[in-house]
């Protein structure tokens, strides 16, 4: 007898049992597999849905309002999915529906998915994630995403694996760290770091090497843990070494700026390292001032000496001009300023310097 093709027309899941007799291939239509949705419980019905996702997050010492975490409305949710929709774009629910299958027909068919609490996307940005498994363009537009959509997305397609999402991700992020400053940037770099992502961690460290505003202080003062700005802080210092000379009058700034407001930053052995560096650069007054406050707060000016530390050398020879004699103020930071910022140093450390640049003028034979 010939073979014959059977067609089935069906409702998706339905289940069919029947005798195939000299048939050589089986097409099963789904009409309604163009219309699947996923749902959100318990304010949507997914039909036909065949699983279910319980999203929750760890607890958070974060606060509610945060821009970018939605725990306003719950701290967890759940939604019902179809794994013939999530499987063939994610590698991961293509290992979670693998293992699934492999356990037992009759299991529980929901997956627990727990994220750190400051894992870096809403619910929104989740049901972003949904639509794209479910509509799996041939071109992802981002037109209409926030800078916040990028930077979750980017996290979410790399937890779920979904390269081509995370491909488009990185792009719109590329863009908007030449667009964007303060608190985005800082949350991208976060994100950055934590998925290893080194192109956006070359090109944020260049932007704020070579800033001439407030773009580096924006970022760091909206940096949330020292650790991360001690990360970017150093990421900055190997983009600088490697740097035209052009830009490097702005690194001191950007050191004293990063020492004022989180001292704890700059250990010892990276400030000893700095001040090597330093001494092949140009340094402003008040930069020389920051960096002999943040040897006393080290514990480094030795009061105890008559000779100057290499921190102090260095800072006198810009707070110092020995050729013409006189103190380097100029610009915004007028002789008040040097002053103040002397008189913070200990007494004995602001006697030395004073007898130096007193030593200097006799030496030098003017003034």
Request: proline share 3%.
């Amino acid at each position: 007898m010939t073979s014959e093709n059977l067609t089935i027309q069906a409702s998706p899941y339905s289940i069919i049992s029947f005798e195939l007799k000299h048939v050589s291939s089986v097409t099963c239509c789904f009409e309604t597999m163009a219309e699947f949705h996923w749902a959100r419980i318990p304010f949507k019905v997914a039909e036909y849905s065949d699983w279910q996702l319980d999203i929750q997050f760890g607890e958070s010492d974060r606060q509610a309002s945060d821009d970018n975490s939605d725990n306003s409305e719950s701290e967890d949710a759940s939604y019902m999915v179809h794994r013939c929709m999530l499987k063939p774009r994610s590698e991961y629910f293509k290992s979670i529906f693998f293992q699934s299958s492999a356990l037992s027909g009759l299991s529980e068919r929901r997956s627990v998915i727990e994220f750190p609490s400051d894992a870096p996307f809403s619910f929104h940005n989740f049901e972003q994630l949904l639509d794209y498994f479910y509509s799996n363009p041939q071109t992802i537009e981002t037109e209409e995403w926030k800078s916040s959509d990028g930077i979750a997305l980017l996290y979410l397609a790399d937890y779920f694996g979904a390269p081509k999402l995370h491909q488009a991700a990185l792009e719109f992020c590329e863009q908007i760290v030449e667009l964007e400053g303060g608190e985005v940037i800082a949350r991208l770099y976060e994100v950055a770091e934590r998925l290893s992502i080194e192109t956006l961690l070359d090109q944020i460290a260049s932007k704020c090497h070579c800033d001439t505003g407030c773009y580096f202080q924006t970022i760091w003062d909206s940096i949330q843990t020292p650790e991360m700005k001690s990360k970017l802080l150093h990421h900055i210092y190997t983009i600088r070494k490697d740097s035209v000379d052009s830009y490097k009058m702005r690194w001191h700034e950007k050191i004293t700026y990063a020492m004022k407001s989180d001292p704890e930053v700059i250990d010892e052995d990276f400030f000893l390292e700095l001040i090597e560096e330093g001494e092949r650069e140009v340094m402003m007054g008040e930069e020389a001032i920051g960096y002999l406050k943040h040897e006393r707060w080290l514990g480094l000016d030795k009061p105890e000496s008559e000779k100057l530390t290499q921190v102090q050398r260095l800072c006198m020879d810009h707070l110092y001009d020995l050729r013409h004699g006189y103190w380097e103020v100029r610009d915004a930071f007028t002789p008040k300023d040097l002053l103040s910022g002397l008189r913070q140093l200990k007494p004995a450390i602001l006697d030395t310097l004073l007898l130096s640049a007193m030593e200097r003028n006799s030496y030098d034979g003017s003034h």
